[in-house]
């Protein structure tokens, strides 16, 4: 088995990156693709870590996928209010419209919280809440337990070929998202 993915059974990123730097990775039409290093120029070319020709779209890929979920940060502090923000990964570049949302999980004070995504177009949507300091809303409170369950994002998700793309969050991204306890 090679080191990355190219087809509809294995849509693997090149296996030799972070974490981290596997959030920022996805296919292009020309393979996978990171930001070009040491180029900060707007709209430069991404730089092509493993070429395959057609990459992204119906024919090697089938549909844009989730390949990860997390957190933005590590802590929220409920005295101060804070925005809750999670960062949604898909394998190929995205487009996202205003309004898509998830849904996150308090295991402390209860219920869920909707978080909203802004228009985009990356392999990356944030989706974001914002608290209210204190707890003034009864919402969350010190040592709630945030979490990210299995479920579909709601909103309209296209990849960039024009399908859908997968708006399903599996148990194992939200698993890999952890959880997150709220600080007061």
Known sequence: MGSWGATTTDEAKPKYLTTEDQRDCYATDRGWTVAAG?????????????AIRGLSGATKLAEATISSV?????TYDASEGDTIAVSVNWNEAVTVTVGAT??????????????????????RATFVLVMAAGGASGAWAADDVLSIVAQNITGTIVGGDGATASKAISAANASGASTVTVVA
């Open 102 to 123: 998830i849904a996150v999980t308090n295991t402390g004070t209860g219920g869920t919280h909707t978080l909203v995504a802004p228009a985009s177009t990356s392999n």
């Open 38 to 50: 040491g180029n900060s120029r707007a709209g430069a070319d991404r730089e092509v870590l493993v």
């Open 70 to 74: 997390n957190w933005v940060d590590t």
